[in-house]
């Protein structure tokens, strides 16, 4: 095979600070990102091992495709046993870091064990291996502070995954942030606290230094270029690329008050007074009036060419955002009744700044209002409880924690969490394909598992929701184990061999066209054996009590998908 | 049988404030106390629902032999599915509840759904039924304010059942109240969260009135007086009567330092330098010399012979704690560092009015200490956060939930708990037995689920370690049908029969000898099987991680009885 030589096992192990390089064991070769995550999971992790211990392993992975530039395929798998779900996990993010851990042959490093000392460590990675660095002095710091004094040191081009001051406080809400194509470090694998896990290993950074490296190697240059080509020409005919050029992920807003699913307050109605203020229109037009320090088409990775990713300056110049999402929108806009894309954008900073998952923040600042810890609206005070966070005082812990533990502590019963995962921006009870999603993704509640609400049917309507949840979950599992950005996606639907053609022309492998759901449908596969080891059953695929019973507004509708027809969705 | 028509099924709906007497159903009949309660769970409680929301269940139910003033046979066990470990609970006390609810010819009271609107109740039940009243009255107040506001309202007789702010606060460290004999507070369901789910049921209090009742019929009243005298006889002569009658429960704390099993500064060692001082020996000695305000022997229940309870008053005449345990003695004594009994019986005395487990605090303080919140050994700063929970502080609603939660909150591994309920005072990694049963039990960790240290084998060995705990799981969930106190084993034990004999001069039955161990694997079987609907699996029948690995001194002995060997407790 092509890449037989060329690509490795990196592992590190942070007891005995030592590393090695392994050839690629032979059922890990056809996997990359997101299955091989599960994978890997299932043949070295005691699944029921505790997620903050020696025995979990933190692990990044990048996708079958990554490596080459091309459009909006490399993202980097970020995965271990999840210290938020107690299952398996695999968040991804844009920016450099799967491409450069690509560029020296990376298949997978797998961080093991802990420090035996406290103190913190940055592994440094170049094509000389991985070198263990003192860490202490950018502890304690932001992941904008440190940054720029890891640039200084390991040079500009580097890419680097890091940890905020949530990460190193193992707080469940923390995710890995990664640095851009231009060095902002805003690209986080959010979701399940993959940062608290690598707070758990003492680790505050990873720096990559590909530039020793080398692009993977092509067993077909002739038709990898000609499958790029078409790949490209796909992608640009289809009218959602311009859309999320246009607008972002933002252009969902609207879409979401229509169907009556944008979480408004704490998830208690699916309309908001204030949507049109969030929408992507708006967001565009004030990027545009305000100039050039905004920027309403911007790329997170180089090479591709949708460039959802946008840069918000707020009004007052003080604070810019990139980017600014919907989920974010939605769950710290509309679901804090928050109206106003600048106070958005500066709790956005703040909790990007502490490394936290906007989703799962955006969830807990819901049911902390609903504990009456804030006023819904009130913007200053929801900023105070994320300075809180910031502190560590016991309350910001807390809610650091995320949604789960905060309604725990607080005696909260509304609390839109499945598999103790904050649900994302979209109510179920209305878009109950995605319920589906939420309630039977191995991953926990996360729209990124499988949203449904492109799909021509009844949102509202029980029948069909979990065959529909069923193959978007097993085309997403296909795009998160390339390496795709969802709207990758985008082009490649257009055309069925666009992604054989591609991965048989980079490794020389002979796939059919139904390999994006062949290698999702193994991915959950593999998922679901690692949670069942780890102590899951059909009773963990559910949506929360209270929304079975409490109907939505403004469509009074509840999530009543049968949960005999939920244990059907993979035949649990 | 001679009780057909006696007992009943006694219903009330907290949201349409309605109650029903219902015959009890047959297959009812000969269950009582723990084993009734997990039947009438799997027959009426959807194992998956939300624990305090409107489908679980708050249950109350009197042992088979309750009624009759047995020495140490009147105990009433609390049931439901348990908010803390997400599982089945029982919780059994002394006092009055269980005897006046037999007066009544209660077999069950079960309390079903919430009240649509915020506010306070109290139940009352007496031979004309139940009546509903008002009880914001004494919402806020602890319970041993509560409680003379209750006696001068209803009689100085009646039984009563309250929570105090912890279940108000619906936390899961929350327990319910029962008065004793003399009309004292402190007999508490402690475990598993019952107070939060009185408190979810909008339930202050539940005041019984036995006074228009009658004892419950006997079949066979010239067999039951010669199987009563056999039993006070057996009680009597037992070496273990005496012994616990002059030091109470703090008999063993001697014997568990001997072991090396007394948790000391969170479970990190097994002997504390101060045990001694925590000791039943001393204990006994300060009472005598401080006078008639202290009761070295004291029953909590009318007819009981054994009268392990005992009165304390602190040196300085301050407090009055009955009855100091041992659990209380070694979680909030030697598991934070402290030595001197009035510093423990302050903690004691304000955790009690609050309505807590003293070994769910006592671990969580522990934990807490680990997390830097207080040093091993200040008594001050313990008792300023537990007045934190009274407050109902931010840092109080995460202690007030349990050391679970606080472990998560605050990133400590060193956490003591199974299935999410804290261990008592006996370390498992040198009382292996023990180990099992925390692991193993349906109720979570809990030594009242099967206590191994009397038993004549060598303690830190993993052989034999199963089927000891089987056993003892299977005796204790008999006991526990029964309405027995432990220690009304220490009577029964001697001879067989005691127990068939009672049982089948009571009921008319026709009972073998095999009975109490038949009754409890019944139980465990039921119990187990409402564990598995709500989503447990072998994963859950596990000690922490780290007490797999961090070995206890003095003996230096890790838990390592095989996972394996746990999953054959019960063929799992």
Redesign the interface.
């Known amino acids: 095979m092509a890449n037989d030589n060329f690509y490795a096992v990196w592992r590190v192990n942070m007891r005995s600070q030592t590393f090695q390089r392994e050839p690629v064991p032979e059922k890990w070769e056809r996997l990359g990102g997101r299955a091989l995550l599960a994978r890997i999971l299932l043949d070295e992790v005691p699944?029921?091992?505790?997620p903050?211990?020696?025995?979990n392993k933190l692990i990044f992975a990048s996708g079958l495709m990554v490596g080459h530039m091309l459009s909006s395929c490399d993202r980097i798998s970020i995965g271990g046993k999840s210290p938020l779900t107690g299952g398996v996990k695999e968040a991804n993010a844009g920016g450099r870091t799967g491409l450069q851990l690509a560029l020296l042959g990376v298949k997978a490093l797998i961080i093991d064990d802990q420090p035996s000392d406290p103190g913190w460590w940055l592994l440094h990675l170049s094509a000389g291996g991985v070198r263990f660095e003192k860490a202490d002095q950018v502890a304690g710091k932001g992941v904008f502070d440190t940054t720029p004094l890891l640039f200084e040191r390991y040079g500009e081009d580097v890419a680097i995954a890091l940890i905020g001051q949530g990460g190193e406080?193992?707080?469940?809400a923390a995710g890995i942030q990664n640095v851009d194509k231009d060095g902002i470090p805003s690209r986080i694998a959010a979701r399940g606290g993959m940062g608290a896990l690598m707070g758990a290993k003492g680790l505050k950074a990873i720096v990559i230094d590909g530039s020793g490296g080398q692009k993977p190697p092509i067993a077909d240059e002739q038709a990898f270029k000609q499958a790029r080509k078409d790949y490209n020409k796909s992608l640009l005919e289809h009218p959602q690329t311009l859309k999320y050029r246009d607008y972002g992920t933002a252009a969902m807003t609207m879409m979401a008050n229509a169907y009556g699913v944008l979480p408004t307050r704490n998830f208690s109605e699916g309309q908001f007074e204030h949507a049109e203020k969030l929408s992507g229109e708006h967001i565009r037009e004030a990027m545009l009036a305000r100039g050039k320090s905004c920027d309403p088409s911007h790329a997170c990775m180089a090479g591709c060419i949708i460039q959802s990713s946008n840069i918000l300056t707020t009004a007052d110049g003080n604070t810019t955002v990139s980017a600014i999402e919907y989920e974010t929108l939605g769950m710290m806009g509309s679901n804090l009744g928050l109206g106003d894309i600048d106070d958005v954008a500066r709790l956005n900073y703040v909790v990007n700044d502490l490394g936290l998952d906007t989703i799962e923040i955006g969830a807990t600042l819901g049911v902390a209002a609903e504990a009456g810890?804030m006023a819904f609206g009130d913007s200053a005070r929801a900023l105070e409880l994320i300075e809180e966070i910031r502190l560590g005082?016991?309350?910001g812990?807390?809610l650091g924690?995320g949604a789960g533990?905060t309604g725990?502590?607080?005696?909260v019963?509304r609390v839109p969490v499945a598999k103790n995962q904050a649900l994302s921006a979209y109510d179920p009870r209305a878009l109950k394909g995605t319920g589906v999603t939420y309630a039977t993704s191995p991953q926990g509640g996360d729209h990124t598992a499988g949203l449904t609400i492109r799909a021509e049917i009844d949102h509202l309507q029980t029948d069909g929701q979990v065959a529909l949840s069923r193959i978007s979950q097993f085309k997403m599992a296909g795009y998160d184990s390339l390496g795709a950005c969802a709207f990758a996606g985008f082009g490649m639907s257009l055309s069925p061999d666009i992604i054989p053609k591609l991965l048989n022309a980079r490794y020389g492998w002979d796939l059919g066209s139904d390999i994006l759901v062949d290698l999702g449908r193994e991915n959950i596969r593999l998922e679901r054996e690692f949670n069942r080891?780890?102590?899951?059953?059909?009773?963990?695929d559910?949506l929360?009590?209270?929304m079975t019973?409490e109907p939505l507004p403004p469509h009074n509708t509840v999530f009543d998908v049968p949960d005999e027809e939920l244990d059907n969705t993979f035949e649990w």
Chains 1, 2 share one sequence.
């Open positions: 699944a029921t091992c505790e903050l211990g020696p025995k406080m193992r707080m469940l810890l005082t016991p309350q812990k807390v924690n533990i725990k502590v607080f005696g019963e080891q780890a102590g899951f059953t059909a009773a963990d559910r929360p009590e209270w019973r």
